[in-house]
């Protein structure tokens, strides 16, 4: 069992950042791929970046430059640094902890870019 308490989230201009966090709990927390996902109104939701447990990260080609996602296994954490924020970025922003046969997600964070 992992849970996953995404935070950080908020309103922010046109070409600010944002730095997302993600807290886990449970055990074997370095054996799961760690993403962020994010969803806007209407839309399925949709992977923006993840991260395996030895730091490889991939991430979606509306992000990539401009968002960064890192982990830090020793303290359970995911984040996800945002800049150069677009209003087009605007959804709610959710942790997943994918393992084998297993799929945990957030309650999800608000980012709205906005003036």
């Known amino acids: 069992q992992v849970q996953v308490v995404e935070s950080g989230g908020g309103l922010v201009q046109p070409g600010g950042s944002l730095r997302l966090s993600c807290a886990a709990s449970?055990?074997?927390?370095?054996?799961?791929?760690m993403g962020w996902y994010r969803q806007a109104p209407g839309t399925q939701r949709e992977l923006v970046a993840d991260i395996t447990g030895v730091g490889t990260a991939y991430y979606a080609d509306s992000v990539k430059g401009r968002f960064t996602i890192s982990r830090d296994n020793a303290k359970k954490s995911v984040y996800l640094q945002l800049n150069s924020l677009k209003s087009e970025d605007t959804a709610v922003y959710y942790c997943?902890?994918?393992?084998?046969?297993?799929?945990?997600w957030g309650q999800g964070t608000q980012v709205t870019v906005s003036v």
């Open positions: 449970g055990s074997l927390f370095s054996l799961y791929v």
């Open positions: 997943n902890a994918r393992g084998r046969g297993s799929n945990y």
